[in-house]
């Protein structure tokens, strides 16, 4: 009678030779997972600008993007019927949105609280019908300070993504 099968020596070396393959390739896998939480994450901020901006053209009127305390917490974006920057009752709730953790977004002066869009398409400051042009970038960063993304908006409106280096998200 022949028996089939691996002997306990078989199985060992095997295991072995598996493992030490997992070990080599769990860091790269690791990068990956985050590499791609932070594309993810910078994606969806950027749809969500994109949303206001198409909804502040299709509207007429202003669409503001706030954020819920900082950029990190998440964001809503929303009919500015005040033009206030600020959602108030009654106005219309579009979108809102948190972000994954372990993901930092770093704003420049322009654009720390709030993303608001006239009828025109166009970025302008709250605070007046029309208001001044609004310009910006957001830095999209993972928590231990990796390279990550910029995301460059111009005063016509237009949002536009680059990566950012780590000295960007220091």
Not at 60 to 73: E, F
Request: aromatic share 6%.
């Amino acid at each position: 009678m022949t028996r089939q099968g691996f002997t306990l020596l078989e199985l060992l070396i095997t295991l072995t030779v598996l493992s030490v393959l997992l070990m080599m390739g769990l860091p790269s896998f690791t990068q990956w997972i985050h590499s791609t939480r932070l594309e993810a994450a910078t994606e969806a901020l950027s749809a969500s600008v994109q949303l206001a901006r198409s909804s502040a053209v299709m509207r007429n009127q202003r669409v503001t993007m706030r954020n819920l305390g900082n950029w990190a917490s998440g964001w809503e974006v929303f009919v500015d019927l005040d033009n206030d920057g600020a959602r108030g009752g009654g106005e219309p709730l579009l979108l809102s949105r948190g972000v994954q953790a372990g993901i930092r977004v770093i704003a420049n002066r322009p654009v720390r609280d709030y993303i608001s869009f006239v009828g025109t398409g166009e970025s302008r400051l709250a605070g007046a019908p029309l208001g001044g042009f609004q310009a910006g970038t957001l830095q999209v960063c993972a928590q231990d300070g990796e390279a990550g993304y910029a995301l460059i908006l111009a005063p016509g409106g237009r949002m536009r993504m680059k990566k950012a280096s780590a000295t960007h998200c220091a």
